[in-house]
């Protein structure tokens, strides 16, 4: 069995490509669909957890359905854009 150390620097290795690629993708991206792509790790995380073969919480699940609810709501809303000009 490994040392936790070492497994927590696989993560920290992982999570630092991950965002990485992420703030490049922001660059590309409109900011609402940009918001939505990061947020999926919400919803995928347990559903990764639970292809796997780990018992999901129904909280985790129910937490799942009302983060990608929310997340459906501001992608489509069609208020107007801010700007920094009034400010």
């Known amino acids: ?12 290795f992982w999570n630092f490509g991950a965002q990485g690629l992420i703030n490049a993708g922001l660059l590309f991206s409109p ?5 939505f792509l990061t947020q999926t790790s919400v919803v995928m ?3 990764i957890s639970a292809l796997a073969g780990e018992r999901v919480k129904s909280s985790v699940w129910g937490g799942c359905a009302l983060a990608l609810f929310g997340l459906g709501l501001i992608s489509t809303s069609h208020s107007p854009a ?3 000009a009034a400010v």
Not at 1 to 12: G, H, N, V
Not at 31 to 35: H, I, N, P
């Open 31 to 35: 900011a609402a669909r940009a918001s």
């Open 45 to 47: 995380t347990p559903l």
């Open 82 to 84: 801010t700007t920094d």
């Open 1 to 12: 069995k490994r040392p936790m150390w070492s497994a927590a620097l696989e993560l920290a």
